[in-house]
């Protein structure tokens, strides 16, 4: 099974600024089945990327997602206050792997 | 609107066995999977495993093999996940969450949640 580590554990930041998500996965993986979620507290978790760069339906293009092979990105250009919250990396490979999240939080 | 609406929070003792139930609408229901997901307080997501509502195939996550059943009455655009021998481990929010036909992929709309409580 593929493992998904996620790096940092948790970001801090200003909003305005630029946020880079790291994503390795511990084996080579399909960018096809790669995405990436966030996670409001009390809310279920939302699409946010998925085919490793393609943005979901209705996600502001501050968001865009890059990698292949063993490593990702997610990428937020420019933070808006409610960017501040979870983000977790998924991937499918005979099963659903998802990583263990990345806490984003203002400084 | 693309809707999924889950049953509510269950209080289960230890040993039991809960079901989760899931209606879908508002979109082609045999044209998409059905996931489940759950979130332990605290923590992370974790999959647990995914229905074909087309045809009734299921990919369990091994870790759930022989505990988890999941069914799909096309009649009522319900999706069904049940869950035996509970532990306290096991006390969880539970979502299901639309995905591709095949494979799983792009879980693009959510349940609310439902809260399951372990405790004897």
């Known amino acids: 099974e593929v493992v998904l580590t996620q790096s940092p554990g948790t970001v801090s930041l200003s909003p305005g600024e630029r946020a880079t998500l790291s994503c390795r996965a511990s084996?080579?993986?399909?960018?096809?089945?790669f995405g990436w979620y966030q996670q409001k507290p009390g809310q279920a978790p939302r699409l946010l990327i998925y085919?490793?760069?393609s943005r979901a339906t209705g996600i502001p293009d501050r968001f865009s997602g890059s990698g292949s092979g063993t490593d990702f990105s997610l990428t937020i250009s420019r933070l808006e206050p409610e960017d501040f919250v979870m983000y977790y990396c998924?991937?499918?490979?005979?099963?659903?792997?998802f990583g263990q999240g990345t806490r984003l939080e203002i400084k | 609107q693309v809707q999924l609406v889950q049953s509510g929070g269950e209080v289960r003792s230890p040993g039991a066995s809960v079901k989760v139930s899931c209606k879908a609408s508002?979109?082609?229901?045999?044209?998409?999977?059905i996931n489940w997901v759950r979130q332990a307080p605290g923590q992370g997501l974790e999959w647990m495993g995914w229905i074909s509502v087309y045809n009734d195939n299921t990919n369990i996550a091994q870790k759930f093999q022989g505990r988890v059943t999941m069914t799909a009455d096309r009649s009522t655009n319900t999706v069904d996940m049940e869950l035996g021998s509970l532990t306290s481990d096991d006390a969880a929010v539970y979502y299901c969450?639309?995905?591709?036909?095949?494979?799983?992929?792009?879980?693009?709309?959510w349940g609310q949640g439902t809260l399951v409580t372990v405790s004897s």
């Open positions: 508002g979109y082609s229901f045999i044209s998409y999977g």
């Open positions: 998924q991937h499918y490979g005979g099963s659903i792997t």
């Open positions: 969450a639309r995905g591709s036909h095949w494979p799983p992929i792009n879980f693009d709309y």
């Open positions: 084996q080579s993986v399909s960018s096809n089945y």
């Open positions: 085919g490793a760069s």
